[in-house]
T-cell receptor
Framework: GDSVTQMEGPVTLSEEAFLTINCTYT??????LFWYVQYPGEGLQLLLK?????DKGSNKGFEATYRKETTSFHLEKGSVQVSDSAVYFC????????????FGKGNQVVVIP | KAGVTQTPRYLIKTRGQQVTLSCSPI?????VSWYQQTPGQGLQFLFE???????NKGNFPGRFSGRQFSNSRSEMNVSTLELGDSALYLC?????????????FGPGTRLTVL
């Protein structure tokens, strides 16, 4: 079935450092891809999305490009802030009209001042 | 426009009891999905309701059930609670039309089973 794999373990980095979180997926057809962020004690917020190959999603300085050839959707940010500390989830939705999101395990990001 | 709301935010129950959680979607959204979040299993899809019909279902036992009302509000019920049902239960709503499958999440209901 459809699945999403995120790199293992938390990510700790200093303020203004470059952030990258790897995400690869397995799916049939042409899924939509998403990055969600979860702050402590809150639900999930959609950070960015891409619905077809080579699309680049971007928001708040974060970017991710839908790479069908490598089945990847890596999240990047050029200069992180302390306020970016949160848990980041990669997810896919199999097709339009199908709202069954499959999530990766998530990565805790801690930004140190 | 108000976001997705979930009630209650916190619940404490004992094994064997049953519980009902409520979700009010964003106005105009017809699809409501439910997810369970635990440290061990992560985020897992429970089911989706669209126009009062269950459209998708995840791999959870029959103790987990749901329904949707004509105003798109949804409830999920867990019967005969087990310790392993302790989790954050998240509800998400979407327009579910051809041009947008973006889901908006509520803050969740934290269920603790003792």
């Amino acid at each position: 079935g459809d699945s999403v794999t995120q790199m293992e373990g938390p990510v700790t980095l200093s303020e203004e450092a470059f952030l990258t979180i790897n995400c690869t997926y397995t799916a049939t057809g042409y899924p939509s891809l998403f990055w969600y962020v979860q702050y402590p004690g809150e639900g999930l917020q959609l950070l960015l999305k891409a619905t077809k190959a080579d699309d680049k999603g971007s928001n708040k300085g974060f970017e991710a490009t839908y790479r069908k050839e490598t089945t990847s959707f890596h999240l990047e940010k050029g200069s992180v802030q302390v306020s970016d500390s949160a848990v980041y989830f990669c997810a896919l939705s199999p097709a339009y009209g199908n709202n069954r999101l499959a999530f990766g395990k998530g990565n805790q990001v801690v930004v140190i001042p | 426009k108000a976001g997705v709301t979930q009630t209650p935010r916190y619940l404490i129950k004992t094994r064997g009891q049953q519980v009902t959680l409520s979700c009010s979607p964003i106005s105009g959204h017809r699809s409501v999905s439910w997810y369970q979040q635990t440290p061990g299993q992560g985020l897992q899809f429970l089911f989706e309701y669209f126009s009062e019909t269950q459209r998708n279902k995840g791999n959870f036992p029959g103790r987990f059930s749901g329904r949707q009302f004509s105003n798109s509000r949804s409830e999920m019920n867990v019967s005969t609670l087990e310790l392993g049902d302790s989790a954050l239960y998240l509800c998400a709503s979407s327009l579910a039309d051809r041009d947008s499958n973006e889901q908006f999440f509520g803050p969740g209901t934290r269920l603790t089973v003792l």
